[in-house]
Antibody, heavy 122, light 111 residues
Framework: EVQLVESGGGLVHPGGSLRLSCAASGFPFSSYSMDWVRQAPGRGLEWVSYISTTSETIYYADSVKGRFTISRDNAKNSLYLQMNSLTAEDTAVYYC???????????????WGQGTTVTVSS | QSALTQPASVSGSPGQSITISCTGTSSDVGGFNLVSWYQQHPGKAPKLLIYEGSKRPSGVSIRFSGSKSGNTASLTISGLQAEDEADYYCCSFAGRSIFYVFGSGTKVAVL
C-alpha cells in the first residue's frame, strides 16, 4: 500500500524550532519529487516547499523562506522539514505529499499523508 | 503571491451538476496547463481529483471533470451526491520563482 506518515508535530514556543518527518512506503521513494503543504486552523491549503528526487532542486514559499529547510534521505525513504524561528502564523497541520515521478511534469500531488499538527504558542 | 480566486461556496441538489471556478493570472493558471484539483473532507487529507487541467487519476469518478479557459480553470461535478459535500481546492504551477499557488477553497453543499 502506498503510504505517507508524518510525525514530529507538537507545541512549540514562538522563536522555537521543530523538525517534521515523513516516512514513505509502498512506492520507489527516490523516484518521486516531494512537497510539504500546510493548513492553518479553519483556513485553506498553502504550499510550503518542494524537493526534487536528488535534492538538487528545492523551492520554498516566501512565507517560510530563510526559516524552513526541506531535505530527504532516499536510503531511509524519508522526507524532512526543519522549521526554525517559528511564529504563531506557522500554526497548522502539515502534510507531506508525493509529487511527480521522475521524468513526468504533471505538477500534481497524488498521495498525501494524514498530517501532523504544529502549534506555536507561548 | 495571492491565492487563486474561488467562490467561497457552491450548492446543488442531488443529481444536479455544479461548477467551481478558479481564477488566476497569466503567470499561473493561464500560463501553464498544470492546474490540479483536490477534494478535502473535514478532518481528512486532501485527495487529488484532476491533474493537468482535465486528466483524472485512476479511481476517481468520471463525475468529476476539469477544463480551462484563459486564466480561469473550472471543476464540474456531475450527478451530485451527498458524499461530494466537501471542500475543493484548485492549485496551479506558477513557474520557478513561486512554484505552486493554491486556490482559496470552495465549500460544496448538497441540499
Amino acid at each position: 500500500e502506498v503510504q505517507l506518515v508524518e510525525s514530529g508535530g507538537g507545541l512549540v514556543h514562538p522563536g522555537g524550532s521543530l523538525r517534521l518527518s515523513c516516512a514513505a512506503s509502498g512506492f520507489p521513494f527516490s523516484s518521486y519529487s516531494m512537497d510539504w503543504v500546510r493548513q492553518a486552523p479553519g483556513r485553506g491549503l498553502e504550499w510550503v516547499s518542494y524537493i526534487s528526487t536528488t535534492s538538487e532542486t528545492i523551492y520554498y514559499a516566501d512565507s517560510v523562506k530563510g526559516r524552513f529547510t526541506i531535505s530527504r534521505d532516499n536510503a531511509k525513504n524519508s522526507l524532512y522539514l526543519q522549521m526554525n524561528s517559528l511564529t504563531a502564523e506557522d500554526t497548522a497541520v502539515y502534510y507531506c505529499a508525493r509529487g511527480d515521478l521522475v521524468g513526468s511534469y504533471s505538477h500534481a500531488m497524488d498521495v498525501w499523508g494524514q498530517g501532523t499538527t504544529v502549534t506555536v504558542s507561548s | 503571491q495571492s491565492a487563486l480566486t474561488q467562490p467561497a461556496s457552491v450548492s446543488g441538489s442531488p443529481g444536479q451538476s455544479i461548477t467551481i471556478s478558479c481564477t488566476g493570472t497569466s503567470s499561473d493558471v493561464g500560463g501553464f496547463n498544470l492546474v490540479s484539483w483536490y477534494q478535502q473532507h473535514p478532518g481528512k487529507a486532501p485527495k487529488l481529483l484532476i491533474y493537468e487541467g482535465s486528466k483524472r487519476p485512476s479511481g476517481v469518478s468520471i463525475r468529476f471533470s476539469g477544463s480551462k479557459s484563459g486564466n480561469t480553470a473550472s471543476l464540474t461535478i456531475s450527478g451530485l451526491q451527498a458524499e461530494d459535500e466537501a471542500d475543493y481546492y484548485c492549485c496551479s504551477f506558477a513557474g520557478r520563482s513561486i512554484f505552486y499557488v493554491f486556490g482559496s477553497g470552495t465549500k460544496v453543499a448538497v441540499l
